[in-house]
């Protein structure tokens, strides 16, 4: 069956501006999971989902970062005023519940200049 | 608070030899462990899991691991590498709550 999925996979944009970054979850998974992988670096943990609540937004690095899962399924994290340290790849995973495993979409890569 | 340390960040190995990707971990619980492999451009697959079941953990791709309590090892090895396999591995631990640590990885090369 289909993968997560991530849109879009590229995304170049200014300093200051505002990004949404979207996730397809696989079907029926309820556990939805955000990271950040710096370059060079393992992921770090964002943000997770359980259903439509974020149970866990203890990674979330400051108040510029959100997300949202508002019907259970897709996921968005939005940033605001990006800054050029928020430049990674942006990697969503999902899970059939919060202790299955966890399989990562392809990620979209941030460039802020 | 629970890390992995990944004891090398790379390592190269010749096609058809042993291969040993060196992890240890830190927890304060009974831990889960997992290997994931990354190949360029594309997203992380899940290799193997370890959650206190048998300590040999099979994985794909003739991967396999061993969860050693007193060592606090979970090591990662195929008896054969092939060309296929080079890629980045991250050894990774969840605490049985959400959220995965990963370590910082290592970058297999394998040689003809």
């Known amino acids: 069956g289909a993968g997560v999925s991530q849109t879009p996979s590229n995304k170049v944009t200014e300093k200051g501006k505002y990004v949404e970054l979207r996730c397809d979850p696989i079907?029926?998974?309820?556990?939805l999971y955000w990271y950040r992988q710096s370059l060079g670096q393992g992921p770090e943990f964002l943000i997770y989902?359980?259903?439509?609540?974020?149970?866990?937004d203890s990674g979330l690095p400051n108040d510029r970062f959100f997300a949202v899962r508002p019907e259970g399924s897709v996921s968005t994290l939005k940033i605001q005023r990006t800054e050029r340290g928020d430049s990674a790849v942006y990697l969503c995973?999902?899970?059939?519940?919060?202790?299955?495993?966890?399989?990562f979409g392809p990620g979209t890569r941030l460039t802020v200049l | 608070a629970q890390s992995v340390t990944q004891l090398d960040s790379h390592v190269s190995v010749s096609e058809g030899t042993p291969v040993l990707l060196r992890c240890n971990y830190s927890?304060?619980?009974?831990?889960?462990l997992f290997w994931y492999v990354q190949h360029p451009n594309k997203g992380l697959q899940l290799l193997l899991k370890?959650?206190?079941?048998?300590?040999l953990v099979k994985g794909i791709n003739g991967f396999e691991a061993e969860f050693k309590k007193s060592e606090t090892s979970f090591h990662l090895t195929k008896p054969s590498a092939h060309m296929s396999d080079a890629a980045e591995y991250f050894c990774?631990?969840?605490?049985?709550?959400?959220?995965?640590?990963f370590g910082t990885g290592t970058r297999l090369q394998v040689f003809p």
């Open positions: 989902f359980q259903g439509t609540g974020a149970a866990d």
């Open positions: 079907s029926g998974h309820t556990a």
């Open positions: 927890s304060s619980y009974s831990p889960s």
């Open positions: 370890y959650t206190s079941a048998a300590t």
């Open positions: 990774v631990v969840s605490d049985n709550t959400d959220k995965l640590i």
């Open positions: 995973a999902s899970s059939f519940d919060s202790l299955g495993a966890q399989y």
